[in-house]
C-alpha cells in the first residue's frame, strides 16, 4: 500500500485545469469511436484524477466534495464524455470504499482502479459457499472500456425466501461487454452493456443494499473517515454537479468566440455581438449557469460541513441534494439551448463545439439520476410532507 504526501484543492484543480488541451484534441476521436481515448485515460492517470475517492492508504487523495465540484468543472470544460465517466467513476470508488476492507484491498491495489456500473438491478445472485454465483445484463456502464472492476447490484434469495438487493465488484476480466453504444450524446462516455455469465464472486465483494441505505457499512477502517459521512444521494449529487456546469461555461466560452466575427444573417447586423438579442441572450444564459454552479457547490459545502460536524442528514436535505442532481444539468442545459439556438446554421456542423455540448447535456438530463422531472416531484413530495415515491434518497 502506497504512503504519499496528499496534494491539496488547489494542485488537483490546476492538474485537472491543465489537461483541456489533451481532452480537447481527443474528444472528436471519442465521438467517433465510441470510447474515451487511450491518451485521455493516460493522463487523467498521470495527472492523479482517479484517486479523489479513493482512501489515503491505497495512495488515494480522499478529497472533499468541493474539490469534486472544481475538478468536475474544469474537466467538463475539456470533454463532456470524460467528465461524465469521471463523475461516474469518483461515486462507484466511493461505494467500494463502504465494502468490506477485504475487498478493497483487492479493488485499491491499484489507487488508479477504474470501477464502472450503475444502480440498476440487472441480475440475480444464486448463494454458493463462500458467496454467490452471478447472472445478469446491465446497460450504461461509462467508461467500461478503460475499467478494470464493475460494481452490479443483483437480487440474491435470502433463509426466508424473500430475495434481497446486493451490490457486488467483479473483475471486468469475468464478464463480457456488447459493442452496443450507439447514441446520439455522451457518446464519447463508450456506457456498453455488460452481461456475466455463471460469475462467481466471494462474500467478501458482496454488500446489502438495504443496509448499505441504512447506512450500516461493511468497512471498518473506512468508517471515521469524513469522506464517507453522507448518504448515497449526497455523493452522487456532489460528484456529479460540476461537469454539467463546466460543459456550459465552455459553451459560453465558444459563444463569445464567434460572435464579433459573424454576422446575423438577413439583418443589418453584421457583427452578432452588436445585437442586444445577443446581449439578452448571453445574459440569460450566464445567469443560468451561475444558478447551477450555486446549487452544484451548495451541494458540496453541506456534504463538507457535516462530514466535519458529524450532523445527520435530513430526510429534506436528502431530497434537496436529490432535487440538485436534477436541477443542475437542466439550469445548465437550458442555458446551452439558448446559446446553441442563437449560434446559427453553421453552429450544427459536427466539428463545432456548441453541438457536442448541447447533446451531451440533453443526454445528462434523461439520466435515471438527473431526470428534472422526477428529481423535482421527489423534493415536492417531501416539502408537503408526504412519504417520498423513491427508495433512492
Known sequence: METQVRPGRDEVVARA??????????????????????????????????????????????SDWSTLVDVGIEL???????????ATWWITSWNVGLFSDEAQDEVFADPDARICGTLVIGGTAEPKSG???VNGTWRFNSGAAHSSWKLLSVMRPTADGEPEPVMAVVPMTQLRMLDDWDSAGLRGTGSVTVEAENVF?????????????????DSQLNAGLAMFQAPLVTAVGASTGGKSVGMARAAIDDFL???????????????????????????EASLKVDEAEFHARRIAAMADEKAKTGEE????????????????????????????????????????????????LQAITVHSLH???????????VLCGL???????
Open 76 to 86: 467538463g470544460r475539456g470533454d463532456g464524455a470524460v467528465a461524465f465517466c469521471l
Open 17 to 62: 485545469a491543465a489537461l483541456a488541451p489533451v481532452l480537447r484534441r481527443n474528444a472528436d476521436w471519442s465521438e467517433r469511436n465510441a470510447r474515451l481515448a487511450d491518451e485521455t485515460v493516460q493522463a487523467l492517470t498521470d495527472a492523479g484524477i482517479f484517486r479523489l475517492r479513493v482512501p489515503a492508504r491505497y495512495g488515494g487523495y480522499e
Open 313 to 360: 442528514w435530513t430526510l429534506r436535505e436528502r431530497a434537496y441534494a436529490r432535487a440538485m442532481g436534477g436541477r443542475v444539468p437542466q439550469l445548465a442545459s437550458e442555458a446551452v439551448n439558448l446559446l446553441a439556438g442563437a449560434s446559427g446554421a453553421s453552429s450544427i456542423y459536427s466539428d463545432q463545439l456548441i453541438q457536442r455540448i448541447r447533446r451531451n
Open 371 to 381: 431526470l428534472p422531472s422526477a428529481t423535482r416531484e421527489l423534493y415536492g413530495r
Open 257 to 283: 468566440a464567434r460572435i464579433a466575427g459573424r454576422p446575423i444573417t438577413n439583418t443589418d447586423y453584421e457583427r452578432q455581438i452588436d445585437a442586444p438579442i445577443t446581449h439578452l441572450q448571453l445574459a
Open 201 to 217: 464472486v466471494p462474500t467478501a465483494r458482496i454488500m446489502s443494499i438495504p443496509a448499505f441505505t441504512r447506512g450500516e457499512y
Open 131 to 133: 458467496g454467490a454465483v
Open 387 to 393: 412519504e417520498p415515491n423513491s427508495a433512492f434518497i
